[in-house]
């Protein structure tokens, strides 16, 4: 644990778990464990999957899932809007060149 570190006590499916944690993130990572443990509390309900490690092995790799969806759209925003951006900066050069021959 590194000098600026401290540990925090968290609850994820009835275990306690220490971890390190920044000094002034607690409440940040208490939420994140929270979050974890919903995550996990549904898997194990649905009935599907037995088991503690199988039920962290899902539901690390559905949050894994949404994580890399989220990131996949936030990247085709991205390109969508300079495409848009593009097209909406050669409509404007467009425009002004027109402008300026008129001014010829």
């Known amino acids: 644990m590194s000098e600026n570190s401290i540990p925090v006590t968290v609850h ?14 607690e409440d940040s990572l208490i939420a ?6 919903m995550k996990m509390r549904e898997i ?3 009935g599907k ?3 503690t490690d199988r039920i962290a092995v899902m539901t690390a790799l559905n949050l894994a ?4 969806d989220k990131q996949s759209q936030k990247n085709e925003t991205g390109q969508n809007m300079s495409y ?7 409509k404007i050069d467009a425009a002004l060149s ?3 021959q008129l001014d010829l």
């Open 98 to 100: 027109k402008e300026n």
């Open 49 to 51: 999957v037995l088991g």
């Open 12 to 25: 994820i499916l009835d275990k306690e778990y220490r971890v390190a944690c920044k000094q002034g993130e």
């Open 84 to 90: 848009r951006l593009r097209a909406m900066q050669q």
């Open 32 to 37: 994140t464990a929270r979050f974890v443990d």
């Open 44 to 46: 194990r309900s649905s």
């Open 65 to 68: 899932h949404e994580l890399l």
